[in-house]
C-alpha cells in the first residue's frame, strides 16, 4: 500500500514516513501541497497537513480529487478545532487527527481508513461484475424468442412499469428479473428478492410490510419489511400467484399508492419501489378459481414477458451446453450434444444445468460422450406424437385430477407448497380443488 504524507515540517514529516514504513507501507513524503499532487496519482492514501505553505490542505483536497478519487485522505492539524474538524469532513476527508497525536493512533486510524477502502473497492467491483454478469450478451439466448425479450428489456428497463414475467420454472425468470433492475436507473439500488412460497402464510404479511415492538407474541423490536428494505429499488415478486388473498389486497394498495403500514401500527409509510412479479402457473385460471384478485392481476400485468421454455427454444441448446461446460470444466462430443437436443428439458435451464454438472463430474474422461450424459432414472426422451398425458381406461377426469393430487400430498407428506409445486399450481389453487374435494 502507497502512502502519500504531506507535511511541512521537516523533522515531523520523517518520523511520521519511517513509522509508517515499519508498519510495511510504501511511503512517498512531500513538503508542499504542490509537490504532494504531483506524487497523488498512485497513492492508495494521502495524510496530509492542514495549514501548509502556498496552497493549504483544504485547497490540495479540492485538487486531489480530479486525481485521485478514490484514494482515502487523513487531514491533520495543530488547530484542533470541532469547526476545522467539520470543514475537513466536508471536503471528503475520511478522518481528523488533532496534533500532537501517538503513533499507535495514527496507525490505527490508517489502517481503518484503508480497510474502508478495501471494503468500497470490493462492493464497486462486485456492482460492476453483477452489472456484466446481467448484461443481455450474457444471457444465453440467441434464439428469436429471446431475443425479442431482451428487446422488451431495453424499453422498459429504464421506466418504472411494473413487469409480470411468466414461464415454466427453471426458465430463468430470476436472472430476467435481474437485468430488468440493472439496466434501470435503480441499478445502484436494494435489489429485493421474495420467494412467495417460502414464506409461511400466517408470516407473510409482516415479512413484506415489517411490524412494530409488540405487534405480536415474540415481536421484542420494531422491524422493517422487504418493502422498506428495497425502497428506491426493485422488489422481485417470485411466485407471486401464492400470495394469500389477505395480503393481496396491501400489495394492490402499494401498486396503486406506493404506501402500507407496518403490522400493529396505524402510521402510513410511503415507499418508492419498482415491481417485478412472476409466476410458473396460470394466473387468468387463478382468476376464475377466486383465489387471485381481479384488480391486482392487471396491477401486476402492464407489461407481461412470456419466457418461453427450453424445448420451445432448442436452437439455445447447444450454446447453453457450451457455457455450462466451461463453466464446470468439461467439453461435450457432438454426441452429447446431440443427445441434449433429443430431450424434452422438462425443468428447463435449470435442469440442463443440473444433468451437465453431474455429467462432467461422473464423467470418466475430460471429454462427455453421448453415453456419459446422466438424465435422472426415470426421464427420458418423448418420441415424436406421444402424448405428455394420457387418461387412465375407466376413469374420469375429475377422478384422474383427484387421484393425482392426492399422489401429490402423499409424496409432500400434506405438505400443500410443496404438493402445490409439484402439481404446479399455487398454494391457494390446491387449497380450493382440496375444499371440492373436502379434504381441506
Known sequence: MKI???????????????????????VKAAGTAEEGLKHATDADLVLTDLKLPGMDGLEMMEQLRSINAVAPVIVMSAFGTVEVAVEA???GAVDFLPKPFSLDH?????????????LRDENRELREALGHRYQFENIIGRSPAMQEIFSTIERIAPTRAT????????????MIARAIHHHSPRKDRPFVKINCTAIPENLMESELFGYE?????????SKPGKFEQANTGTVF???????????????????????????????????????????????RAALEQGTF???????LNVVPLNIPSLRERKEDIPFLADHFSRKFGGQLSE????????????????????????????????????????????QRSRRAGEPEHFLPEGMSLDEFEQSIIREAMKRSQNNKSQAARLLGLTRNALRYRLAQMGLE
Request: charged share 30%.
Open 293 to 299: 384478485r381481479e384488480d391486482l392481476y392487471y396491477r
Open 237 to 283: 415478486l417470485d411466485e407471486i400467484g401464492d400470495v394469500p388473498t389477505s395480503v393481496q389486497v396491501k400489495l394492490l394498495r402499494i401498486l396503486q399508492e406506493r404506501e402500507f403500514e407496518r403490522l400493529g401500527s396505524n402510521k402510513t409509510m410511503h415507499t418508492d419501489v419498482r415491481v417485478v412479479a412472476a409466476t410458473n402457473v396460470d394466473l
Open 213 to 221: 415492538k409488540g405487534a405480536f407474541t415474540g415481536a421484542n423490536i
Open 89 to 91: 469532513m466536508k471536503k
Open 4 to 26: 502519500l504524507v504531506i507535511e511541512d515540517e521537516e523533522k515531523h514529516r520523517r518520523v511520521l514516513g519511517l513509522h509508517l514504513a515499519s508498519r510495511g507501507f510504501e
Open 163 to 174: 413487469v409480470l414475467l411468466c414461464g415454466e420454472s427453471g426458465v430463468g425468470k430470476d
Open 106 to 118: 495514527l496507525t490505527v486510524v490508517v489502517e481503518k481508513a484503508l480497510e474502508v477502502r478495501k
Open 335 to 378: 454426441g452429447a450434444i446431440e443427445r441434449l437436443m433429443s430431450y424434452h428439458w422438462p425443468g428447463n435451464v435449470r435442469e440442463l444445468e443440473n444433468v451437465l454438472e453431474r455429467s462432467i463430474l461422473l464423467a470418466p474422461h475430460p471429454r462427455v460422450e453421448a453415453d456419459d450424459v446422466r438424465i435422472e432414472m426415470g
